[in-house]
């Protein structure tokens, strides 16, 4: 069955989540006055990276709210028991520096533009709430690009729960088999997304020989790369991103 849509995820396959929090919290800190250089600020990057992976988690999961995650967030980096009202002032400054970060990656583009030209439909997936998500893809100006943008929020369910990927599906009339998903996490996307019995993409932008055994997915290090794996009947085995990844050392 041939391929009519690429569905996507949003943080750090289209957007580029990690490098604008990365830069993000380092002008944030600086402005509260915690400028920070070399250990010290690999060392706040990854704390803030910690809190952000346990309580973000912790909303896709459903208990917390998305605003309690982003006030957990802050308690757990700083060590301090904040009121709400100061925990969200303190997200809020440096979301004016995170968002001043807010970048597509440089390939996303020429790839929207080739899908949408050989004639393929487009959609987004997301364990995310939908209105932060609908807000950052019109400023970042992609959002008109897609038909539907399904979130877990809204749906009840997160990838990698195959529900998650047949509601997106169903929201576009499409049947799992006519439709590839594309997402930077080998496991919660493109592997998630096989099993519901979609094509899986990895976007592998590491570049890296992966430290995991490939599976029933393609990966690609860039998107530049994808249009041969969804057009002409779709990834197979033995197609680009097969013929590559059975090539190496698992
Ligand atoms: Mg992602």
Redo the contacts with the bound molecule.
Sequence with gaps: MPIRAVLW?????LFDYSGAERAGVLRHLAAEGAALTGPGAADAVKRWNDVMALHYGRFVRGELTFGEQRRERVRGFLGEPLTDEDADAWFARYREHYEGEWRVFADVLPALEAVAAAGLRQGLLSNSAAAPQDRKLRRLGIRDRFEVLVCSDDLGCAKPDPAAFHAACMTMNLEPEEVAYV???WDT?AVAAAEAGLTGVWVDRSGASPTVPIGPVARITGLDELLPLVVGGGAAPGAPGGARAAALPT
């Design positions: 995820d949003i943080d750090d396959t997402g930077d996490r996307d």
